[in-house]
């Protein structure tokens, strides 16, 4: 499931692509206007029917989706997750025992954290957010006798940068 934010981004970058109003928007997703001004305050989240009428119209503007992107990661066998920028969870692999919509800071163990934190801290850094780059990053620390870690990818889709990251164990 997306986060509650990006749908809100989607509507709005939809939106302002096509020069639609609220009317306009809500007449192609056989909705009302009330009911796009929910979603694009993030009041309520569209239901599934109307994601994926949202995930379409946004294809055919020519916006890149999240939409694949979070299936490759809820479908990964392995420890896999989507994140924005707010270090909030957009997707996760079943294996990787984070869960979609809350924060991954909260999620990490909590002997991992600090090591987290301050691997948040070198992205930032690195403008890792707002670069655009198609670089990997690699993450890793110790733990104990064994070497942790995962490998950061940026992605962009509608103009923000998301990071896929995929933990080594």
């Given at each position: 499931?997306?986060h509650p ?35 694009g305050r ?76 301050a691997f ?50």
């Open positions: 499931m997306r934010d990006t749908w809100q981004a989607l509507i709005s970058q939809l939106r302002e692509h096509r020069r639609w109003s609220q009317e306009a928007l809500a007449e192609r997703l056989q909705t009302d206007q009330a009911t796009i001004s929910r979603w993030g009041a309520v989240q569209p239901g599934f029917a109307a994601q994926r009428k949202l995930e379409a119209l946004a294809h055919e503007a020519g916006l890149q989706s999240l939409n694949g992107i979070e299936r490759v990661v809820q479908c990964s066998p392995f420890p896999m997750l989507l994140v924005d920028r707010t270090l909030q969870v957009i997707a996760a692999s079943s294996c990787s025992r984070f869960v979609a919509g809350k924060s991954v800071v909260l999620q990490t163990p909590e002997d991992e954290r600090a090591h987290f934190i948040a801290e070198r992205l930032e850094q690195l403008d890792f957010w707002r670069s655009g780059s198609d670089e990997a990053i690699e993450y890793s620390f110790a733990r104990g006798l064994e070497i942790a870690g995962a490998v950061v990818v940026p992605v962009m889709a509608r103009g923000e940068v998301f990071a896929v990251v995929q933990k080594r164990t």
